[in-house]
């Protein structure tokens, strides 16, 4: 008699047949865009069908672009601007909002809308803002490339903070009840508790949101796009045009649907490195961060 536990698992038997089709997507819709488009970044183009190899000639134009240099370090910048108001203002909001006071579900939610909203509309709302303050003042966000700035940093900070807090609230109910007591019994004060306890606790929280603000951060589009556009424009000595608001991905986009039809290799050459920047960034601010972490 056969017994039930040398039965074969049907799931065991018929792995490939759930596995295939996502690994199969996967492929179709990730791998092979993205090796096409490492090709294209080394090949003169205006349709693939028609992609001549160059070699590296689109990385040396991209490097040697004036406008790519300035959104390059206009985005490292805003990323680390941004990086440390978001997550101080989110943290500062998780805290406050874990500590029983009255009404802080309700807090939770008004602070987590903004995230809801689009960045392209974001963009619009708080370009009718700004200049609603500033034309009182006779200029406007799109005359003074600091205005600029901190309005793109006020817009990210409002829609990534509430995010942000979730996160952290999260991070905070997961600090062990009896590591704080015994912090209260050994008569620490709040802020030793905070930056002893607390804040080594929530590590992996802070992880996430670190890695969620560097990386959104530079790769911020739809609100730079809307907000400014990349205004105001400057005029470099051997004629080429800056737009000193330019963020890297705003970049790339007017590289490829500019008027030189044949830049989009050199468009493509700048996605490939700003890939490169970015998961590099990430992929070290993760490694940092982690060690950071203490095991529960």
Known sequence: MRKKNS????????????????????????????LQGIYLS???????????????????KAFSDASFVHSFWYSALFAVVSLVLINVLAFAAAY??????????????????PNLIGGIVLGHIWS???????????????????????GLIILMCWQQVGYMMIIYIAGLQAVPGEMLEAAKIDGATNAQTLFKVTIPNV??????CTFLSLTNGFKLFDQNLALTAGQPFQIQ??????????????NIYNTFYGQNANAQGT??????????????????????????????
């Open 7 to 34: 039965l074969p698992n049907p799931i065991k038997r018929w792995w490939w047949l759930f596995l295939g089709p996502v690994v199969a997507a996967f492929i179709i819709g990730f791998v092979w865009p993205f």
């Open 42 to 60: 080394f090949c003169k183009f205006r349709l693939v069908s028609d992609a001549k190899f160059i070699g590296i000639d689109n990385y040396l």
């Open 96 to 113: 406050a909002l874990t500590q029983g006071i009255k009404g802080s579900n309700l807090f939770r939610t008004v602070f987590f809308m």
């Open 128 to 150: 009718m803002i700004f200049d609603g303050i500033l034309s009182k003042f006779g200029t406007s966000i799109l005359l003074e490339s600091k205005y600029g700035f901190w």
């Open 203 to 208: 590590m992996p929280s802070i992880t996430i």
């Open 237 to 250: 000595p051997d004629g080429t045009t800056v737009k000193t608001t330019e963020m890297l991905a705003l």
């Open 267 to 296: 468009a493509q050459a700048k996605a490939v490195i700003f890939f490169i920047l970015v998961a590099g960034l990430g992929l070290a601010q993760l490694a940092f961060t982690r060690r950071k972490e203490v095991q529960q």
